[in-house]
């Protein structure tokens, strides 16, 4: 009997167990985890779990009998240790080894440090696991102030869940403008406003410094003129690739562990899938590394596929989404090279619109606020190689959109 063995149990190792299950793999499947509990979503961490809104049993992947019910081996808290490449086994820190045919590694990424003094103060807080989570909503006090530390994506989210849940709020950015490293000024101008109207407290080309403890309250001292109170902080500001296994085993890496266009790794029986790996995309031709379930879930099939002996090769359109107050953010490609914005709606005076990002003539990306079909459309052209057509783009109405597709 085959065994498949992956490592990580989130979107992309759990997506990985399941369809290669599904498209008849008769072997041995052991998804092992470092995490206690059963694969969840990670997206709502930093929504409508933060905010109350969704319990652990709601953002579950999927029941948590459905695995022994699917004959995966789930080995939840055991870390992996050690890959020995010529004894094809993975050592896990618990002193198990165990033998495998192919190996999945799915080890997603882990959070940032943010190298100053006091981060280890009780209260002061980083997201991404459930249990990160917990211990944020445990200390979640409505009147009270959150420091947010990070103005990307989740620092936005969590400033947006916790006005929700009654907080005051200030975020502190350390780049000239929020959102600085994924996306263009008009969005960051946009999302500014919406946080300003909503009552959370934006600061902009600030560094946090240092945090105190003072009394019950943390302060924390920045680099621009002043210092601010709160009850918790809440650091967000970026991830790392959790690489070393392949790195120690020798495997190719970058930023990221370096696989072809089946995910297959330096080594033809290691594959690497989801936020560690470091692949190439066909639609953009470029390598990169991605962020997201969609990425997560798309590479998973793949290595699936490869295994089962129908290989196919990776050729998605990279997307994402982010849910802030009532705002729908839909992201379908890469923004980054435009030369030349489009804007449908008007992201000064409300709360729909889509910037659709050109090179020359080409479409590389849209920006959808609360606008799926702008999302639909503009999804569409980029994953079939076409493009909209500007002229037409401007002003047209929802109805005419289709009629600017070349
Ligand atoms: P991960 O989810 O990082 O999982 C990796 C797993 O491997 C972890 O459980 C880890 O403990 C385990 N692991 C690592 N090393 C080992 C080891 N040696 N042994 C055993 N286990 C190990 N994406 C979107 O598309 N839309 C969103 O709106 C969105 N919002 C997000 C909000 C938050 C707060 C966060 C944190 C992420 C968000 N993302 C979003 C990103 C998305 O969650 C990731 O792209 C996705 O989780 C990647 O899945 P993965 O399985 O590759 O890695």
């Not at 440090?113 to 409505?142: K, M, N, Q």
């Not at 005051?168 to 000239?176: K, M, Y």
């Not at 008009?186 to 959370?200: A, L, P």
């Not at 080309?205 to 680099?223: E, F, H, P, Y």
Request: net charge negative; with cysteine; aromatic share 6%.
């Amino acid at each position: 009997e085959t065994h498949t063995l992956i490592i990580g149990a989130s979107h992309a190792g759990a997506q990985a167990a399941v369809s290669l299950r599904q498209s008849g793999y008769s072997g041995r499947i052991t998804l092992l985890g470092e995490e206690k509990v059963p694969p969840y979503h990670r997206p709502p961490l930093s929504k409508d779990y933060l905010s109350g809104e969704r319990d652990e049993d709601d953002i579950l992947l999927r029941p948590a009998d459905s695995y022994a019910t699917a004959h995966i081996e789930l080995r939840l808290g055991v870390r992996a240790g050690a890959i020995d490449r010529d004894e094809k086994t993975v050592q896990t820190t618990d002193g198990d080894h165990i033998a495998y045919d192919h190996l999945v590694l799915a080890t997603g990424a882990r959070v940032r440090h943010l190298p100053i003094p006091g981060t280890e103060l009780p209260h002061v807080f980083y997201l991404r696991d459930s249990t990160h989570v917990d211990a944020i909503r445990a200390a979640v006090s409505p009147g009270r102030r959150a420091v947010i530390i990070g103005g990307g994506y989740i620092g936005l989210e969590t400033a947006a869940s916790l006005r929700k849940r009654g907080m005051d709020v200030t975020l502190l950015e350390a780049q000239p403008r929020i959102l600085q490293r994924v996306t263009s000024p008009t969005m960051s101008d946009f999302y500014r406003r919406v946080h300003t109207e909503e009552g959370v407290e934006i600061v902009e080309d600030c560094l946090a410094a240092s945090i105190a403890q003072n009394g019950a309250q943390l302060t924390v001292n920045t680099s621009c003129e002043r210092s601010y109170e709160a009850h918790m902080v809440v650091i967000g500001i970026g991830v790392i690739p959790n690489m070393e296994l392949a790195e120690f085993a020798g495997l190719e890496i970058a930023d990221g562990i370096a696989v072809n266009d089946y995910c297959q790794t330096s080594d033809p029986d290691i594959y690497a899938i989801g936020d560690v790996s470091w692949h190439h995309n066909p639609l953009y031709d470029r390598h990169m590394r991605l962020e997201s379930v969609p990425n997560a879930t798309e590479q998973a099939k793949i290595v699936a596929a490869h295994i089962m002996g129908q290989p196919k090769p990776y050729d998605a359109l990279p997307w994402f989404w982010s849910d802030q107050f009532d705002l729908k953010l839909q992201i379908a490609g890469l923004s980054d090279g435009y030369d030349d914005l489009v804007l449908r709606g008007d992201p000064d005076g409300s709360r729909s619109f889509a910037a659709y990002y050109f090179k020359g003539d080409r479409l590389l990306a849209v920006d959808a606020v609360n606008a799926p079909r702008d999302f639909m459309i503009a999804r569409m052209a980029l994953s079939k190689g076409r493009t909209l057509d500007k002229t037409i783009l401007a002003d047209c109405d929802d109805a005419a959109l289709k009629t600017a597709l070349r």
